[in-house]
């Protein structure tokens, strides 16, 4: 392992300015998200449609750092045979790959869920380095609910990150450890605060435990939020205060940067939770977005599966990542939210 090359693609991922486009979504929920604006989830669409993003040059050469890929579209190419790994790296950003074969029922645990997908999968990062991915990803997903998360959920799913990322460093890839609090229930703010402490705890010690180098990592949490059905929705400035406080106290400065996922936030929400917590700072490691829905909700409606609205779904993807490029350095305002399309 060389932790200063690991170290120097982590810094990269988090670079002032910049975020990470989560493109990574498995074949499954790429089809919920065609079916919504109308689109045949096919091998050529989907390909079309990540060719779309990958081609936006504005968003891509300013505002993203790295793009993470699932399984098929790393080996895709683009309609005129360019590999799509090729035209993430001509515009500057890193490719990455999503490496978890998702979740399955926690035996013994009612409700609650554990990540697979540690079997060959030092085989499978040898074949994706190979193909150019310098980073990789694995989500753990918690839930919160009556009685749960239990320990064991928290345990299991933390032990299998760790494994994961001391996997990924050994075949010199940086891993984004990715332990996902849903926002999903009716829990405030405080008991979200409670458990993503909990669970953050847990995987830096297992992390710990299992040697992985945090100056070769990237961290990607939930932001601490009320749950989507909370009657009381917490404000912006709740959020941020809350979330940075809880980092400062559960994530080591050796850990070059955090990337949040959106989970589920509207865009704005999103990003104007971003730039809030940059009015906090100076912070101890780099801040920044790792969206999926945040940053593709507004091209694949602008987009809709039509050949003549590329330039409108790019458009919309820039505005977004230019927006979140913003708030990484704590320079967005809402008057910048004009329509792109
Ligand atoms: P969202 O931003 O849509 O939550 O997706 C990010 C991600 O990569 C989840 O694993």
Same mark, same amino acid.
């Given at each position: 392992m060389n932790l200063t090359e690991l170290n120097k693609v982590a810094t990269a991922m988090v670079a002032s300015g910049k975020g990470i486009l989560a493109a990574d979504e498995s074949s499954g929920t790429i089809k919920k998200r065609f079916d919504a604006i109308g689109v045949e989830s096919t091998e050529d669409n989907r390909r079309d449609y990540r060719e779309m993003l990958f081609r936006s040059k504005e968003a891509m050469s300013q505002y993203i750092s790295g793009v993470i890929l699932y399984d098929e579209t790393i080996w895709q190419d683009a309609k005129d045979g360019t590999p799509l790994v090729k035209l993430i790296e001509q515009s500057g950003a890193i490719p990455g790959i999503k490496v978890d074969e998702g979740t399955q029922a926690l035996p013994m645990c009612p409700g609650e869920l554990v990540t697979v997908g540690l079997d060959r999968l030092a085989e499978r990062l040898k074949k994706y380095y190979e193909r150019g991915a310098r980073f990789a990803k694995w989500r753990a997903v918690i839930d919160i609910g009556?009685?749960? !998360?239990?320990?064991?959920?928290?345990?299991?799913?933390a032990h299998a990150l760790a494994r994961y990322a001391a996997l990924c460093q050994a075949a010199q890839i940086v891993p984004i450890v990715e332990p996902e609090v849903l926002m999903d229930g009716d829990h405030d703010i405080d008991r979200c605060h409670e458990v993503t402490q909990r669970v953050l705890n847990k995987t830096f010690q297992e992390l710990r435990v299992q040697r992985v180098a945090l100056e070769g990592m990237v961290l990607k949490p939930n932001m601490v939020i009320s749950g989507k059905k909370c009657p009381k929705q917490a404000s912006v400035e709740e959020v941020a205060e809350k979330?940075?406080?809880?980092?400062?106290?559960?994530? !080591? &400065? &050796?850990? !070059? #940067?955090?990337?949040?996922?959106?989970? #589920?936030?509207?865009d704005e929400e999103a990003t104007a939770h971003l730039n809030a917590m940059h009015k906090l700072g100076p912070l101890p490691w780099g801040l920044t977005f790792s969206y999926g829905r945040a940053l593709q909700a507004a091209p694949q409606k602008a987009w809709a599966g039509k050949a003549e609205n590329v330039a409108a779904g790019q458009?919309?993807?820039?505005?977004?990542?230019?927006?979140?490029?913003?708030?990484?350095?704590? +320079?967005?305002?809402?008057?910048? +939210?004009?329509?792109?399309?």
């Open positions: 009556s009685g749960i !998360p239990s320990m064991t959920a928290i345990s299991v799913n979330t940075v406080r809880l980092l400062k106290a559960c994530v !080591p &400065a &050796a850990v !070059p #940067g955090i990337a949040f996922l959106s989970g #589920g936030q509207s458009r919309a993807f820039s505005h977004r990542a230019r927006m979140n490029g913003l708030a990484s350095k704590g +320079e967005w305002q809402s008057s910048l +939210e004009q329509k792109a399309a």
